[in-house]
């Protein structure tokens, strides 16, 4: 009996880690806290923005959005533990920079109105309804899905069909913040810019920096 409750304590503590997506609920609600409408709301819509056709089925990758990031950090976990640790630390600092942009340059995009009763334009009313039309740069949606996509790239677990995967859903659901009519073109500019300036501050400076000492103490040995 103690062997099995050996065992047992020992499998909770390499699932500990997986406590670390508690931060999504928190960061969820500081983004209630800053979706409301301010005294000067922006808009970065531009005729390309306007041509793009509403399309209401996009709604069903808009709305899983939050669980697909979920599956990824989860798989993350299992099969590349520092591509887990690098997305929640790069989700929660992009999230942040976000929010802060959010409350001094407020963006906003025209929603059409939703006809029908059908499953997707339920579905689409219920996203319009659940999230106000603010806060649109960068994109939240944007930024987390191309997170992802970006880490399968670079992970040693990759494979053709992890990083088919994950980069076919990533930008279905990027294409969908568009189609949806909740995000503009510099919403997404924005996403991924910010990815790749923290990713390049958090990782690839340090990695830089690492290999630049390893040169100079091998220079200095010999």
Aim: proline fraction near 6%.
């Amino acid at each position: 009996m103690s062997w099995l409750k050996n065992r047992d304590l020992k499998q909770l503590l390499r699932l500990a880690p997986l406590a670390l997506m508690l931060v999504f609920p928190f960061l969820g609600s500081l983004y209630h806290l800053v979706n409301q409408p301010t005294d000067k709301v922006y808009s970065l819509v531009t005729p390309l923005d306007q041509a793009t056709p509403f399309i209401k089925y996009f709604a069903l990758p808009y709305g899983v959005w939050i669980f697909y990031i979920y599956v990824c950090l989860v798989y993350f976990f299992f099969r590349d533990r520092p591509s887990y640790y690098r997305s929640l630390l790069v989700y929660t600092i992009c999230a942040l920079t976000c929010y802060g942009v959010y409350l001094v340059f407020q963006t906003t995009v025209p929603r059409p109105e939703v006809i029908g009763n059908d499953p997707f334009s339920q579905l689409t009313r219920f996203i319009y309804n659940r999230d106000q039309p603010f806060n649109c740069f960068p994109s939240i949606h944007c930024f987390s899905s191309y997170m992802v996509m970006r880490m399968i790239w670079k992970s040693p677990a990759r494979n053709r069909l992890n990083v088919t995967l994950i980069s076919g859903m990533s930008l279905l659901i990027i294409a969908s913040t568009l189609f949806m009519k909740q995000h503009v073109i510099m919403d997404v500019i924005g996403a991924i810019a910010i990815v790749e300036i923290y990713s390049f501050l958090f990782f690839k400076v340090p990695a830089l920096y690492r290999n630049k000492a390893a040169s100079q103490h091998r220079e200095f040995q010999a």
